[in-house]
């Protein structure tokens, strides 16, 4: 398997700040992704973060909301911009790498508040 | 379309079977997945199967995948407490292809 550590674990931010998650792999990585969980649901894909070049993002995702880096093959950062309340949720990174066989696997997630 | 359908609860004693289905859409899906949440964690990956398979079995795991229906299900043997927490289901087309998850069902165990 992978070690994916995720950081923040948790946040509680006022509206119309901006937080930055960061993701680092352990190992090689094929591909990256960042979910959404928003409370009492199920995951919803933000985007694929493309190492090198801009993210894909999945309909009903922005860049400008948010912004995704992915410097090199193994670290990812994802921004949740000018926050408001609907942006409460855990934020997931996760990660297909050559160790995990191409399967998918998370970090921890990290569960931001925005009041 | 993508849409994975689950029924969101399931209640079962301690030691007896617990069967979690999930229906999906997309018949060219190629691999299946079902992954653990405990309460305040990530997920975790429990088991897959191929949609060439009919059946995986991993432990107290069983997985059987009816294609023609698309309809996966998930059976734990002997359920535990610990056994408690969200399942999901989950698909993807082919490898290196985004994962699309189910709703979830919550498992409780009865002691």
């Known amino acids: 398997s992978a070690v994916i550590s995720q950081k923040p674990s948790r946040d509680i931010c006022q509206r119309g700040t901006s937080l930055t998650i960061q993701c680092q792999v352990d190992s090689q990585v094929t591909m990256m992704f960042w979910y959404r969980q928003q409370p009492g649901q199920s995951l919803t894909l933000i985007a694929t973060?493309?190492?090198?070049?801009?993210?894909?993002?999945e309909s009903g995702f922005v860049i400008d909301k948010f912004p995704i880096s992915r410097p090199n093959l193994t670290f990812s950062t994802l921004t949740v911009s000018n926050m408001s309340p609907e942006d409460s949720s855990i934020y997931l990174c996760?990660?297909?790498?050559?160790?995990?066989?191409?399967?998918?696997?998370f970090g921890s997630g990290t569960q931001l508040s925005v009041l | 379309g993508e849409d994975v359908e689950q029924s969101l609860f399931l209640s079962v004693r301690e030691g007896d079977s617990s069967v979690i289905n999930c229906t999906y859409t997309d018949s060219s899906s190629t691999y299946l997945y079902w992954y653990k949440q405990e309460p305040g964690a990530g997920l975790q990956l429990l088991t897959y199967i191929f949609s060439n398979m009919d059946m995986k079995q991993d432990q107290r795991l069983t997985v059987l995948l009816n294609k023609k229906d698309t309809h996966l299900s998930l059976r734990i043997a002997d359920t535990q407490t610990g056994d408690s927490a969200i399942y999901f289901c989950?698909?993807?087309?082919?490898?290196?292809?985004?994962?699309?998850f189910g709703t979830g069902t919550k498992l409780q165990v009865i002691p």
């Open positions: 973060a493309n190492q090198g070049s801009e993210a894909t993002y």
């Open positions: 989950a698909e993807s087309k082919k490898s290196y292809q985004k994962v699309t």
């Open positions: 996760s990660a297909m790498t050559v160790a995990t066989n191409e399967k998918l696997f």
